[in-house]
């Protein structure tokens, strides 16, 4: 089970020494904390009595320019760590966990990665690395993370929870609180690269990972993980809105289940009134043409980018475009099985891995 540290406890008791002045009552409802960075400049402080204080900088603590304890003691963490990237979404449900996971197990092929699941709420770190179960062994020195392979270690709640069916109800001062101990206690060692898996939307987990890993330690850059359709690109916008208040560098968007690569055998044909499947006629014409049926795929835009999807909008932003990834049902099931969507066992089209190897390239040339 998850307990505070002594850094939740004493970052805890500073925010409530330095807030004297702030009225509680008057707070928004996505108050991001009047000690954040972003205080009366974020979207959530907007129209809040307290704005103009918080703007001021007032009740933020200067420290004489010197790192706090909390700020040290990521700083000491993540000494060894080259790279720290976000991945991020504004919409639910877009694939950012699977892109997470490709973008690390690809990477881990040839550097040490580091892997950090901040989704406090619905960790799908466990499932994705076949990990359910294990356990975070703590000593005096701190937690030391999950190892999926050699070079690849995990972080998750998930390996906190007495049962893995539990649900977390939190508020976002408890959920911050475990950011931070993640942060400080989490025994990463030499990292190439820390990929943090954090929940969809622009809410306590982000403003807190910003806060944290700016004060202490560092952010190259944030993925950003979309779908083509407007119903998620207009929430992608909203994330791209927080990267360029918070000061964080988008490396790229990809847009993912951008049309399909299903292998034929894996769907079925039936008249559009679903009345009769014509699925084995179909296949006997492929073959009185000649055409093997077992090598054809099918690309269906299932998610219509009615305006323009992800391209569009890079290049009305100016960010990068880092392409597109199909939906393929071996991606889907690489995770369900916690296997890596690159291994010999994966199931993904030759065109999908193609897709994801294209994207993390572009990605990494990015980090430079």
């Known amino acids: 089970m998850y307990q505070e540290g002594t850094h939740t406890k004493s970052i805890m008791e500073d925010e409530e020494e330095k807030n004297e002045s702030f009225d509680e009552a008057k707070k928004n409802a996505n108050c991001v904390g009047p000690s954040a960075t972003t205080a009366g400049k974020a979207s959530a402080c907007d129209g809040c009595p307290n704005q103009k204080e918080c703007a001021s900088g007032k009740f933020q603590n200067v420290n004489n320019g010197e790192k706090t304890e909390e700020e040290l003691a990521i700083a ?36 040490k990665v580091g892997l950090l699941d901040i ?58 609180g475990l950011i931070k101990q993640f942060l400080c206690d989490t025994e990463w060692g030499e990292l190439d690269y820390l990929i943090v898996d954090a929940p969809p939307g622009t809410s306590d987990e982000h403003l807190s990972i910003v806060q944290y890993l700016k004060g202490g330690a560092k952010i190259d850059g944030a993925l950003i993980v979309t779908t083509p359709q407007e119903v998620a690109m207009a929430d992608v916008r909203k994330e791209v809105n927080f990267c360029e208040k918070t000061g964080v560098k988008v490396l790229g ?81 690489a995770g369900e099985d916690g296997d890596s969507v690159f291994g010999d066992a994966s199931m993904a089209t030759g065109k999908s891995k193609a897709a994801l190897r294209a994207v993390i390239r572009k990605l990494v040339a990015n980090l430079q």
């Open 76 to 111: 000491s963490r993540l000494a060894e760590c080259k790279r720290v990237v976000l991945v991020l979404s504004g919409k639910g449900g877009v694939g950012k966990s699977t892109m997470a996971q490709a973008m690390a197990r690809e990477l881990s092929e040839t550097s």
């Open 119 to 176: 989704d406090i709420c619905g960790p799908s770190v466990p499932t994705m690395t076949k990990k359910e179960g294990a356990d975070v062994h703590r000593s005096n020195g701190g937690w030391q993370p999950v190892y999926v392979t050699e070079n690849l270690s995990v972080m998750s709640i998930g390996f906190l929870l007495p049962n893995k069916d539990d649900s977390v109800v939190w508020r976002g001062p408890r959920k911050n």
């Open 253 to 333: 968007v990809v847009e993912n289940m951008s049309g399909s690569d299903l292998r034929l055998g894996e769907v079925t044909f039936s008249l559009d009134d679903g009345t009769e499947d014509v699925t084995a006629l179909v296949r006997e014409a492929l073959d009185a043409k000649g055409i093997d049926s077992s090598r054809l795929t099918i690309d269906c835009p299932v998610f219509a980018a009615t305006r323009g999807g992800a391209e569009h909008m890079c290049k009305e932003k100016g960010i990068p475009f880092l392409g597109k990834v199909p939906i393929d049902t071996g991606i889907g099931r």
